[in-house]
Each structure stands twice: as structure tokens, then as C-alpha cells.
């Protein structure tokens, strides 16, 4: 997948000048350029920059977001995880992964729920990209590390009432 920066502003919910700014401040690295001299966008960019907004959402300082980019323990052991990764490492990666999943549903619940209502662009458009993106980014063992994580944490608040 590749976008321009037009389609990335549109597909984060936010406009091409936001974009830009995370340029200038290094938030956002500048991706490689087409044949015409456009932007060329990856999924990783689409999903920095989904970061880079939830955190400013969150009241984070622009100055600060760019520190927070290390990965938790749980995140370096999901990145390495194998496609071919045994059973017995995947139920352990998804206890692990679970107890952050319940904090985000207990505190965003429409993203278990209705997650599409809140999309910038057609649900179809949305949910595809969102669908192609994991693919990019994800492989076998780690899209069913993400599902037992999911299961878990549906588990986990259910039994909370």
C-alpha cells in the first residue's frame, strides 16, 4: 500500500499541514518520493502517525511524543515472534498482551463495540485499509497472539460485570 500525503491526512482524520508539521519536528520522518515527486506513504507512516495524534489526544506535548517511541518488553517479544512460534508461546505472549487490551476496551469500549462509527472515511474504505495493513504488518502467530489477547480480555471484563 502507498498513499500520498493528501490520502494519509484523510485516512488519520487529520489535514495535510498536521503532516507536515510532524516533518518539521521529526515526529514523522519523510517517506520516499514517487517517480512524480509525490509522498509515497507506508503503512508503518499511517500507523506513526495515528500514534503521534492518539498521543496528542491524550494531552502528551509534541516535544515529549518522540521519547515514548521505545516499545514495552511485550512489544519487542511480539515484533520477534516467529510465524511458526509453538503454542505454548503464543498463549504466553497473548496472557501478557491481555491485561493492556482490557485497560484500552475499559477505557475506549466503542473500539470492541463500534469501532467503525468512529472512522474518517467510509466504513468499506476503513476497514479494508485496516485489513490490508495488519496483513502488512503482521504474521500468522502474531494475528492469533492478537485474537487469544482479544478473547482474554473479553474473558477478563465480562467476569468484571
Known sequence: MAWST?????LAG????????YHRLGLLEEPDRRYNGYKQYETLDLVRLLRIRRLAELGVPLSRIKELS???????????LPADADEATRQNLAEKYAP??????R???WMDNDAMAHVSKGKSVTRQTFIDALRELHNEAQ??????????????LRAEG
Open 107 to 109: 477505557n475506549c469500549p
Open 100 to 105: 493492556s487490551l482490557v485497560r484500552t476496551l
Open 70 to 80: 521505545t516499545g514495552s518488553p511485550v512489544s519487542a517479544d511480539f515484533d520477534a
Open 6 to 10: 493528501s490520502e494519509l491526512a484523510t
Open 143 to 156: 494475528f492469533d497472539v492478537i485474537h487469544r489477547a482479544k478473547e482474554l480480555a473479553r474473558r477478563q
Open 14 to 21: 487529520t489535514t495535510v499541514n498536521t503532516i507536515r508539521h
